[in-house]
């Protein structure tokens, strides 16, 4: 059997990301499929580190293991009134998120964390994550062999993208990765404070590009490239922000990676002087276009089940119709992305 190699690229987005524990829950049931590298960020890097450890314990089956006991950990750790009490899986996604950010607890919530700092709990700060990052085994996440994993971080100070790798790779780079700064306060990693990689890299593809690499990278994106109404509310207006914020960075390495493609096409740069990269991409930008904020900060065990569903099927699709995709072309056309 012909193994299809490919690097994935793992985009951050808060609870959302449980969309993403849903595809690769997917993509690890192929037994022909290879996984030889991971770039992830915030939500995406959790992800990240759950499939590589699991994976170096048990394979594919240990990887997705690892993957329903990280978000079975999240969903227990944020166990609040508000999960409990929009959690009934009777109602849709789409009336949950808009119940939930409708709710004077979470609207109190939202507009007490705009106002105050999270260095003015004092003693009294915690940051929710450290549960969960505390659990993986690193001698695992940071193992040689397996995928190799890079972690994707944003400097404070330069606003430069930082890339953890190998045995820089612990709880404190997975914290500084999901590190929003209006909730959380920056993670120092070796005397230097670290935001959420979103900023800079969501995920970063450049450490994808190595030459002993596969020329595949698959994207699994959970921030809708674009939204059908313009937001009105402020929380839609600084979701919408928040949103082009976090894709930016990875608009512009897909802008990169179009025009080497176009050059080499044209002949402009001699074949085997830069790397041709195939791009592809897990999305389901209508469902993500009935979610919000509040679905992303809270997580709804109802909603992070309906998320995986649809991760399973997005990558179910893709399978069936670009199976054939991988280590040939890209499925994704940048040229019209870029239009």
Not at 32 to 53: Q, R
Not at 162 to 176: S, Y
Not at 186 to 197: C, K, S
Request: aromatic fraction near 8%; glycine fraction near 10%.
């Amino acid at each position: 059997m012909t193994k299809m190699r490919i690097n994935l690229a793992l985009q951050g987005g808060g609870a959302h990301g449980a969309f993403t524990w849903g595809a690769l829950d997917r993509l690890l049931q192929e037994p022909d499929l290879e996984i030889a590298a991971i770039s992830g960020t915030s939500a995406g890097a959790l992800n990240a580190a759950a499939l590589k450890s699991g994976m170096i314990e048990n394979g594919a089956e240990g990887a997705r293991r690892a993957l329903d006991g990280l978000w079975h950990g999240i969903a227990q750790n944020s166990n609040t009134g508000l999960s409990q009490w929009f959690g009934q899986e009777l109602f849709s996604p789409s009336l949950i998120s808009q119940a939930l950010e409708l709710s004077p607890h979470y609207m109190f919530a939202d507009a007490f964390n705009r106002m105050t700092s999270p260095y003015s709990w004092g003693p009294f700060y915690n940051h929710p994550l450290q549960i969960i990052v505390d659990g993986f085994d690193y001698s695992e996440v940071c193992a040689s062999e397996g995928p190799a994993l890079y972690i994707g971080a944003t400097n404070v100070r330069s606003g430069k993208v930082k890339v953890f790798q190998g045995d820089e790779i612990g709880p404190d780079a997975l914290l500084a990765s999901a590190c929003l700064p209006t909730l959380f306060r920056a993670v120092e990693v070796d005397g230097e404070a670290y935001w959420d990689g979103g900023y800079t890299g969501n995920p970063p593809l450049f450490p994808l590009f190595g030459p002993d690499l596969p020329e595949d990278i698959l994207i699994i994106n959970i921030n809708p490239l674009e939204r059908d109404e313009v937001p009105q509310t402020p929380q839609a207006i600084q979701n919408r922000i928040n949103e082009i914020s976090f894709n930016s960075s990875l608009l512009r390495e897909l802008r990169a990676i179009s025009f080497v493609q176009r050059l080499l096409g044209e002949g402009s740069i001699a074949q085997g002087a830069m790397k041709q990269v195939n791009v592809h991409m897990i999305a389901d930008d209508a469902l993500m276009n009935e979610l919000s904020v509040a679905t992303k900060t809270v997580a709804i065990p109802s909603v992070l089940g309906a998320l995986k569903g649809a991760g399973q099927k997005s990558a179910d699709a893709f399978l069936a119709a670009h199976r054939s995709d991988i280590g040939t072309r890209s499925s994704v056309n940048l040229e019209a992305m870029f239009q």
